[in-house]
């Protein structure tokens, strides 16, 4: 019945789609208030016409005109694009189309347009969460207005077995932010992470930013894959959101993608998940590159958020690892981000930021402040260049077994904050005996001392925080001085020295 239901919904949406053809428009996500892709690229602006007619698109500013493009509607799909000359982030500019046909010409207008820094923000339902559900709601909601040259914009929910030329329905317009359109109703829009992440990007860079939002609760990745990327994993799953959420944003220009999502993939086969993460990447990079007629960057900067605490909290006493393998999967096995397979991209961890309490269920945390200003600081540091940013916790370096005294050094790259001694966070594992915990017995500015006494046996693994609850909120024991936590992370004999 859902599959039949699927199949139907598409049918409608496509029906939809062919009647609007026929009307001179823009594409669905175009509208008064938004924003287009600055330079170093040009934008891409596109809509719907009368098959061979041609198209004037105008831009302007103080009734001035400073910049003509023609493009002609293509015959097949009867739609029109035009890729603008890259433009100095500001405004506020007017877009006006003109189809000139054998009938009477055509105008289309946009007004309150401006050129800045755009951002797809996509995932599941703590992507979803909006401001008015988050820790310290009203003031976010309260401040909203201060922030009139970051726009928001939501698609809404849809799923189809066809991959989609257009959106087939919009929650949010493109919008000036206020307290009523970030604070909808629950787990619909704005999202409070993609909002405070525009904010700090904003705050940091001083020009417009546009933030476009398509995410779904409890959505697997499977979902928002292109079915040439799930094939490569050997998933057959069908592809619903990805035909209808993000394949009809493919020519947007771009300058990149933050995620937060890994929850359902904990429940569905997680050790697959550092192939289908890596390969969601690289398959939305390859395709908004090409989309966009290659303004788009063919290796977008793609942040994501670590699935943690929200997830651990899900099941504190539980032993089951599927959270913490998901983590570590969606680094491809490296624990920290980029890294060789997946360049260009960054991170955030969350696993201190626990909610227990949360009236929407632990495993959807109420602070996003603290999640969105880590995926800012990625942000500065990949996507924007910042030199000398510090955006990721301390890793360690080298691991040293000193068997004769049943001791572990961990040596770290960066300088250690430690709030805390902890007894189990640490945990090491040889041939004969499972896992068990390796208490720390003391630290200096860049290692940790463990005692190793719980394995007799030489040490073969070692890991941490390897648990869907590590640590209370904001207690794990190892931070750097700017506050950043440690990742997990499980290092094999082969990164350890000694005995």
């Keep these: 019945n859902s599959l039949r239901t699927i199949v139907l919904e598409a049918v409608m949406i496509m029906t939809f789609l062919w009647i609007l053809g026929v009307t001179f428009r823009f594409a669905s996500y175009y509208g ?8 170093p690229v040009g934008a891409v602006v596109w809509g719907y016409g009368e098959a061979g007619a041609n198209v004037t698109m105008s831009l302007s500013k103080d009734s001035k005109v400073i910049m003509k493009k023609m493009a002609q509607v293509e015959e097949h799909s009867e739609t029109w694009k035009v890729v603008l000359a890259p433009m100095e982030h500001g405004g506020p500019y007017s877009v006006v189309a003109e189809q000139h046909s ?34 310290n709601a009203s003031k976010e909601l309260s401040e909203a207005s201060l922030y009139p040259y970051v726009r928001v914009f939501t698609a809404s929910l849809i799923q189809s077995e066809v991959e ?18 970030l604070g909808h109703e629950n787990f619909s829009y704005f999202s409070a992470v993609c909002w405070l992440f525009g904010r700090h990007l904003y705050e940091t860079l001083r020009y417009p930013i546009g933030l476009v939002e398509s995410s779904w609760g ?23 959101l990805w035909n209808a959420m993000i394949h009809p944003l493919l020519n947007m220009s771009l300058t990149g993608v933050i995620w937060y999502q890994g929850e359902s993939n904990a429940f569905m086969n997680p050790d697959l998940y550092n192939c289908t993460f890596p390969a969601l990447i690289a398959d939305w990079r390859r395709a908004f590159h090409a989309g966009s007629d290659g303004q788009t960057q063919p290796l977008f ?28 999967h969606q680094t491809a096995d490296y624990g920290y981000a980029p890294n060789k397979r997946m360049p260009n991209t960054f991170m955030a961890v969350a696993v201190d930021l626990c909610d227990e309490h949360s009236p929407y269920g632990s495993i959807h945390p109420r602070d996003k402040q603290n999640v969105a200003y880590r995926l800012h600081l990625g942000a500065r540091a990949v ?17 040293v077994a000193d068997g004769a005294r049943g001791l572990i050094n961990v040596t770290y790259g960066q300088e250690l904050l430690l709030l805390l001694m902890h007894d189990h966070i640490f945990e090491v594992r040889s041939h004969p005996c499972q896992w068990v915990p390796a208490p720390m017995v003391s ?57």
């Design 443 to 499: 630290a200096s500015s860049h290692t940790v001392t463990l005692s190793s006494s719980g394995c007799r046996d030489a040490v073969t693994r070692l890991r941490y925080a390897w648990a869907e609850w590590p640590c209370e909120y904001r207690q794990c024991p190892l931070y750097n001085k700017h506050l950043l936590p440690a990742p997990p992370f499980v290092i094999d004999s082969a990164g350890i020295s000694g005995y």
């Design 102 to 135: 054998r009938e009477e010409p055509k105008n289309l207008t946009l007004q309150d347009i401006y050129f800045g820094d755009v951002w797809l923000c996509s995932g599941q339902s703590n992507m979803e969460m909006t401001v008015s559900q988050i820790i």
């Design 301 to 328: 900067p793609f942040g994501f958020v670590q699935p943690s605490r929200d997830l651990s909290t899900f099941r504190r006493q539980d032993r089951d690892d599927r959270f913490p393998r998901i983590r570590w």
């Design 218 to 240: 409890g959505t697997c990745i499977e979902a928002w894959s292109s079915g040439r990327q799930i094939h490569g994993c050997e998933k057959h799953m069908p592809s619903v």
């Design 383 to 399: 996507a924007y260049g910042e030199r000398g940013l510090v955006f990721q916790g301390p890793y360690p370096t080298k691991v």
């Design 32 to 39: 008064d208030h938004m924003v287009l892709q600055k330079k």
């Design 164 to 181: 989609l030329q257009d959106l087939a329905k919009i929650d949010l317009e493109w919008s000036i932010p206020t307290a009523e359109n």
